[in-house]
């Protein structure tokens, strides 16, 4: 497996088919002689604007202080999570406990839901 | 080795320099031509008989004939003053002021006959505007023979 | 020690002479019930064809020029890489003895 | 029976999505300043419409990943954030635009200025991305559409000589007005070569669910579809030449391409028009808002689909939004819609490669698409649209500085 072309910014998935973002970032855990190995999925946060610049990591985060949910940062996967890397990536998670769901809640809770016929972010 | 080195310019094009690709743009034109000028007169002098023919036929509404006679007038005086500014030398330029202004005065008066819907009187003017057209084309062959 | 995968992707490596040896642009994962170990890493401006999916499209051009090292890749087993200094990593080894594959 | 009533309705959503203000106005330029001169590229520029349609939506039915997917999967995010860049600027002036072209059909059947317009027209805009399905939008604005087809009954009413319109099918350096020939053929490649289109096509495919069983269908709709928008685009060419060239008539506002069907259908002419650009836009206005926050959505790996309630998609639902409002703001102000499609066809063109040269990579994958990846034939014709699309961006800009 090759882990740039079949995994970074893959989309995942959790248990009930819900999207919940795509693969931002991946930690690498280095010991001092065992074999190195992939011990986190990062999703969000200022990761991906790290990649392009990180002025532009800056000021993501300065932003996000200002405003938005208050789970700040990158939501860390353990990679034993992980179920099935293929088209999408499967996560034996529920994206809603895993806080990756963080914005589109927020924005549903304090933006959609108030506009006449947004509808209720949360399933009765 | 070609491809070896493309591969390479390829690798070295990250992200970092491609956000510098240039988004501003000036928008700034060079100067039209006495030539070019000419073709806006007479694009806009007959965009005002066309739009007058179509009202006389009572194919367009009132409002969009008159916003569009006015349009016409208004740009035709804005060419007007940077064209007879510029014009090469052998041009009569006060006899081309004298028919521009009479035309733009036509214009005006068929953008008022068409809120006082008297079709006669607007004709009369449009007939004129057409002969005024023809003067002016005879400038703009002179105009575009003399650069 | 934890390394950043993605900024780790790109960065220039040196070899135990401090030779420039390339990029690191792609790795090379073994996956098996719970855990994803590095068995190596791809260095060098080709090994992006590797991450792109693109050797369909590479390989005629390939045969086309009758070369067999125009396109090299360095794998670097995990052995090998000294990644104690992320931003700068460097082999253990020298550049003449990497592998080439492909 | 089934598939024939698919195919049908695919080819008339996308003859009825083709034309919109960039479309009309720079083929109505081209009629009205050089004849049938410039027919060649609204030829060229369909052709490779044609391509790219059929290759996204090879894409989608195959790998289930629409070209915005695939780019951020291959390329890395780095990547996918210039793409965006381009493509969020680019879309979100041809938004004012399609916007600005509502406002000024309104504004020539009532007499009631364009910025007056703008909020009225953004919010309905809006109100039907909130409350509709992708079929109601796909469907209903293309069949409303289908009015457009009176631009055809014009050019053929005005009696075409049809052996110098098909010499206009090759291109011809003109004899003067070179930079202004030049600027008007890239503008009209940018108009044709929508990058939005495309990026909705695709979004479409998923949608709908296509699977690979779409994929003859998906090459009739292609091809068909793009081909009948084609001569759409080719008739308001034509009624240009016929109706404004001999009479010296440029096109540089709305009030002049008013006048476009004035000669050929005296009595209905006029509101004819009016109502094909009303409609023509508020289409596209549809379908570009909708392509944006696709653009996000599918980018960032958010839930996406136009059929959810907006709650159960905030963020895509969000973006449409305040993208939506923001476009109305230049309108409030007074910008000529005109003036910003002229220079947003030409930012169109300029952005080509960002878009194009993904397809050559992701359409040649064996993962996204096993056996149905580019023959050398579609790999060929990449690599031309590749470079005309370079050339298009290295000439925009400074055609449009010297020719706009």
């Known amino acids: 497996m090759k882990l740039i ?46 990649r392009v610049h990180p002025a532009l990591a800056r000021v993501s985060n300065r932003l996000a202080q200002l405003w938005g949910p208050k789970h700040k940062g990158a939501v860390r996967i353990p990679w034993t999570r992980v179920k099935s890397v293929g088209r999408d990536i499967k996560l034996d998670v529920e994206a809603r406990e895993t806080g990756a769901l963080a914005w589109e809640i927020w924005i549903a809770r304090h933006i959609i839901e108030r506009i006449p016929g947004g509808g209720k972010e949360e399933v009765e | 080795m070609r491809l070896k080195r493309l591969l390479a310019v390829l690798n070295q094009i990250r992200a970092k320099s491609l956000l510098v690709v240039p988004l501003l743009f000036s928008t700034a034109c060079k100067p039209p031509t006495p030539t070019e000028q000419m073709a806006s007169v007479i694009s806009w002098l007959a965009t005002a008989g066309m739009a007058g023919d179509a009202w006389l036929r009572h194919t367009t509404p009132d409002k969009y004939t008159r916003q569009t006679l006015e349009l016409s007038h208004d740009t035709l005086l804005q060419i007007s003053d940077d064209l007879l500014k510029s014009l090469p030398p052998g041009i009569d330029t006060a006899s081309l002021d004298n028919v521009l202004t009479r035309s733009r005065s036509r214009i005006a008066q068929m953008a008022r006959l068409v809120e006082a819907k008297n079709s006669p009187a607007f004709l009369s003017q449009l007939d004129s505007l057409r002969a005024d057209q023809k003067i002016v084309k005879q400038f703009s062959d002179s105009i575009e023979s003399k650069q | 020690m934890e390394i950043h995968i993605e900024l780790l992707l790109g960065t220039k490596v040196c070899d135990v002479d401090g030779e420039d040896v390339g990029r690191i642009e792609e790795f090379h994962v073994q996956r098996d019930e719970s855990s994803c170990r590095v068995d190596a890493y791809l260095i060098g401006a080709s090994a992006v064809i590797e991450r792109l999916s693109a050797w369909t499209l590479v390989r005629p051009v390939k045969k086309l020029l009758h070369s067999r090292n125009l396109l090299t890749v360095y794998e670097v087993p995990w052995q090998d890489m000294d990644l104690s200094d992320p931003q700068h990593p460097r082999l253990r080894i020298a550049k003449r003895d990497l592998r080439h594959i492909k | 029976m089934k598939k024939v009533l698919q195919i049908t309705l695919g080819i ?3 003859v009825g999505g083709f034309l919109e203000i960039g479309s009309v106005t720079t083929a109505a330029q081209a009629g009205a300043s050089f004849g049938y001169q410039l027919l060649w590229a609204v030829l060229l520029g369909t052709l490779c419409l044609i391509f790219l349609v059929e290759m996204s939506g090879r894409l989608a039915a195959v790998s289930k990943h629409t070209i915005v997917d695939a780019t951020r999967e291959r390329f890395g995010f780095p990547f996918y954030a ?176 008013a006048l476009l069907m004035t000669t050929a259908l005296p009595k209905w002419g006029f509101y004819l028009f009016a109502f094909s650009m009303l409609v023509a836009c508020f289409g596209a206005a549809l379908e570009i808002s909708l392509a944006i926050a696709y653009f996000f959505a599918q980018g960032f790996g958010w839930n996406w689909g136009e059929d959810l309630e907006p709650s159960k998609d905030s963020r895509f639902s969000f973006v449409y939004t305040i993208i939506i409002f923001l476009a109305a703001v230049p309108l409030l102000f007074g910008v000529d819609p005109i003036k910003v499609t002229m220079i947003s066809m030409a930012l169109t063109a300029a952005t080509l490669p960002l878009t194009i040269v993904p397809f050559l990579f992701l359409m040649n994958d064996p993962i996204y698409l096993g056996e149905h990846r580019n023959g050398w034939v579609s790999n060929s014709v990449v690599a031309i649209i590749i470079l005309i699309s370079f050339v298009l961006a290295a000439i925009s800009i400074p055609l449009q500085i010297i020719g706009g």
Request: hydrophobic share 50%; proline share 4%; aromatic share 10%.
């Open chain 1, 5 to 50: 072309r079949d995994v970074l910014d893959k989309k995942l998935i959790d248990l009930e088919q819900c999207d919940m973002g795509r693969v931002s970032g991946l930690v690498m855990y280095v010991g001092e002689r065992s074999q190195p190995h992939i011990s986190h999925i990062l999703i969000g946060g200022s990761t991906l604007w790290m």
């Open chain 4, 82 to 257: 210039v793409v965006m860049l381009g493509m969020v600027l680019v879309a979100f002036m041809v938004l004012v635009a399609e916007l600005g072209g509502i406002g000024l059909s309104l504004q020539i059947l009532t007499g009631l200025g364009f910025p007056w317009w703008a909020i009225p027209v953004s919010f309905l805009v809006w109100l039907l991305m909130w409350k509709g399905t992708f079929r109601l939008i796909e469907n209903g604005a293309s069949l409303l559409g289908l009015v457009t087809l009176s631009f055809v009954v014009a050019a053929v009413k005005l009696h075409p000589e049809w052996g110098s319109a098909a010499h206009g099918l090759l291109p011809t350096m003109p004899g003067d007005q070179k930079a202004k020939y030049g600027f008007v053929a890239v503008s009209i490649l940018g108009a044709s070569i929508s990058p939005y289109l495309i990026y909705f096509y695709s979004s479409g495919a998923i949608e709908d669910k296509w699977d690979e069983s779409y994929i003859p269908m998906n090459r009739m709709i292609a091809g068909f579809g793009m081909t009948f928008g084609g001569f759409l685009s080719m008739a308001v060419l034509v009624a240009a030449a016929l109706a404004l060239q001999p009479k010296g008539i440029d096109i540089d506002k709305f009030d002049q391409a």
């Open chain 4, 12 to 14: 008339i959503t996308s």
